[in-house]
């Protein structure tokens, strides 16, 4: 595609090292950039009409040199494509080119005007477009007729004895029941097992009783609006890759991230979640019968008054809120504030939910470095071991101590680090107990200033033995918040290293692990200014990295070796939920230079996959390092990679998380990000702007 008019130019992020990416003395970062054209098309007329199927095939023949299907920097092509009227070079702009080939060969397009401006478009605007305007559709899952085929699907059992779709329904929801019923008749060839669950309360043993039976838990449903009466299945996102479910504290990440765009899906994913509360006693894990026995991370009052702010002239939303405050409170008197997570000797909170034997989602080689020694001793094979354990043919109480904490660590969403491995669920943590502390300030803050300081409770989101129709007051929650804050700062709060640690409540000591949890003390506001300063003074460069904030210290996380593997939770891999808080947090303290920096990290790292590796956004990123921080090989790899010629829905919270970093980037910032600068070349400029001002 012959060179004659340029059209555009974006940078490839590989040509924008720190070291190679200009001086002081080279001036504004701009001027430094126009030496290194290194992607670029240019062209004699507008767009040119192609065939489709013939030129991807040749593009992919030229280009993709290891033959995975993308076309990224590691590939050893001449990345120039010039045979034609218009010429593309570069990775990024070749992989753009392969994406529209690509898409318009799904849609069994056989000639293609090009779109120019689409090929050259700045990578930051592009991913941003894709994630609103077509990732998040990607994600989005209904349990209805027209869905159910799809959300039934569980690649984490696949091994189960009868994996075949189907649905639990909760007894108290009989119309559903009936709905799914009548789906599976009227749609044999998907041959959905319809099951009811039972009226009492779901035990342990009932759990493991589904392990080889495993399906999808029904969801909140309305009546249609055409006059038929018919059940239909609300939205909701889930995370991608083998996670085709609705998460728990996922989905709030997301949920905030879609307001704006998506309203319908957000408010549906709040109905959700009181429908689990009121139907389940918690916000489940996700909607799989193998999470039945436990949680996640509580994120339900921030996401319910963030909606409810961004809606509130709506109608039905005032309405929303309440049933989803309502909710919390349940969720809050009756999980989180009984035995076992409620240790009564500190008044702090623990992931400790139910459970028996080994989770049946974790991948069959998950536990083979714990389980080999018993299968030794019983001389049996690893395939057996695992079965025998969780049915009772032999009993170990070692490995019930080690799968409680297992369950736990699950629980507190961090699956799995070596901070919780072998402890979690004797720790009161400090992420939980931030996470209720908000609970109880959120709740009385919407009691306070929405419902003229009174919520009368109905008999449906009552704790058992609470009183039937009693009214709630914010002055109650705002001593329970009282009380949890001292009780943090009693047992959680280290003023010499300034950091929080989680606290063992059966050795009565604080922990030494150093996490980067600690920082969400500034997004709940439990920190007092003195304790936000040492925070962002000793705790904050423990944990900032050149693409953001790792989960932890590489010190706290030990040596890795066959007897300790690495963990996807450790260092030195970073997580979109932990970037979102400690920004929030700091911006909450002022600390707004603070909160652009690792913003601006994060989503400059996301970025450069982005652009290097054919669109790629995945579920975690080693943070140290740039040139490819997206091979994270811990436990089952990593999501959002199982993907050729184009991506179709990057990962759920990361998605969330480039768009919540943008909105916190000025112009300046976002501009330095679509030409690939990385921040220490993007604040030197800044810096000399601000001289010349």
């Not at 080939?101 to 605007?125: H, I, N, S």
Request: aromatic content about 10%.
């Amino acid at each position: 595609w012959k060179t004659k008019q340029f059209v555009g130019i974006t940078m490839s992020s590989a040509d924008l090292d720190p070291e190679n990416a200009g001086s002081p003395q080279n001036g504004h970062l701009a001027a430094d950039l126009e030496r290194n054209p290194a992607n670029e098309v240019t062209g004699s007329k507008g767009n040119l009409v192609v065939p489709v199927n013939t030129t991807k095939e040749e593009l992919l023949r030229r280009e993709d040199t290891d033959g995975d299907g993308l076309i990224t920097v590691d590939d050893r092509g001449p990345k120039h494509d010039g045979t034609r009227e218009i010429e593309v070079k570069g990775t990024y702009h070749l992989a753009n080119l392969l994406q529209s080939l690509f898409l318009a060969q799904k849609k069994g397009v056989e000639y293609l005007e090009l779109d120019l401006e689409r090929v050259t478009e700045d990578p930051v605007d592009r991913l941003q477009r894709l994630i609103q305007t077509s990732w998040w559709d990607k994600l989005e899952r209904n349990i209805d007729s027209s869905g159910i085929a799809v959300a039934a699907r569980d690649p984490k059992t696949r091994e189960a004895a009868d994996s075949r779709p189907r649905i639990y329904v909760p007894y108290s929801v009989p119309l559903q029941h009936a709905y799914y019923s009548k789906l599976a008749r009227e749609m044999p060839d998907m041959n959905l097992d319809v099951q009811w669950l039972p009226a009492s309360d779901i035990t342990a043993e009932f759990i493991r009783s589904l392990n080889d039976k495993p399906g999808i838990l029904a969801l909140e449903m309305e009546e249609n609006d055409d006059g038929r009466k018919e059940l239909i299945g609300l939205p909701f996102i889930v995370p991608g890759g083998r996670f085709n479910e609705l998460y728990n504290w996922d989905s709030c990440f997301c949920a905030t991230a879609m307001i704006d765009t998506h309203p319908h899906v957000v408010k549906s994913i709040l109905r959700h979640f009181i429908f689990e509360i009121k139907h389940y006693g918690k916000i489940l894990n996700a909607n799989r019968s193998y999470y039945l026995g436990r949680a996640q991370p509580p994120f339900l009052t921030d996401l319910a008054l963030k909606t409810y702010k961004a809606m509130k002239h709506e109608p039905g939303s005032k309405e929303l809120l309440k049933l989803a405050i309502l909710a919390a409170m349940k969720e809050y008197y009756s999980y989180w504030m009984t035995a076992p997570r409620y240790d009564e000797d500190t008044g702090l909170t623990r992931y400790r939910p139910i459970g028996i034997g080994i989770p049946p989602e974790v991948e069959p080689t998950g536990f083979d470095h714990i389980l080999g020694p018993y299968a030794e001793k019983h001389d049996m094979k690893m395939a057996e071991i695992g079965q025998a354990y969780t049915h009772g043919k032999i009993q170990e109480p070692e490995l019930d101590k080690f799968f409680l904490h297992d369950r736990a660590l699950r629980e507190s969403g961090h699956d799995t680090s070596n901070r919780f491995v072998g402890v979690c669920a004797d720790l009161a943590t400090i992420d939980l107990n931030c996470l209720l502390y908000r609970y109880e300030t959120d709740i009385s803050e919407a009691i306070r200033t929405i419902f003229e300081d009174t919520l009368q409770v109905p008999a449906v989101f009552c704790a058992p033995s609470q009183a039937v129709d009693r009214f709630e007051s914010s002055a109650a929650w705002d001593s329970s918040a009282e009380k949890r804050k001292e009780l943090i700062n009693r047992y959680l709060w280290n003023e010499e290293k300034g950091l929080y640690f989680d606290y063992n409540t059966v050795t009565k000591k604080q922990t030494e692990y150093e996490t980067v949890t600690s920082l969400w003390a500034l997004w709940c506001g439990v920190a007092s200014p003195h304790q936000a300063a040492l925070l962002v003074e000793k705790g904050l460069p423990k944990f900032e990295c050149v693409g953001g904030l790792s989960s932890n210290t590489e010190t706290s996380r030990g040596p890795v070796n066959a007897a300790n593997p690495q963990k996807q939770w450790d260092y030195p891999n970073g997580w979109a939920p932990h970037q979102i808080l400690a920004w929030d947090g700091l911006k909450k303290y002022g600390y707004h230079k603070e909160a652009e920096r690792l913003a601006y990290r994060w989503l400059h790292m996301i970025t450069r996959v982005f652009v290097d590796y054919n669109g790629t956004v995945v579920e975690k990123y080693d943070v140290t390092q740039l040139k490819s921080s997206h091979r994270v090989g811990a436990e089952y790899g990593n999501q959002g990679l199982n993907f050729k010629y184009a991506p179709e829905e990057g990962f759920g919270w990361t998605n969330a998380s480039y768009l919540h970093g943008l909105s916190l980037l000025s112009s300046d910032a976002r501009r330095a990000l679509g030409v690939g600068a990385p921040y220490e070349v993007y604040a030197k400029d800044e810096q000399l702007e601000e001289c010349v001002t």
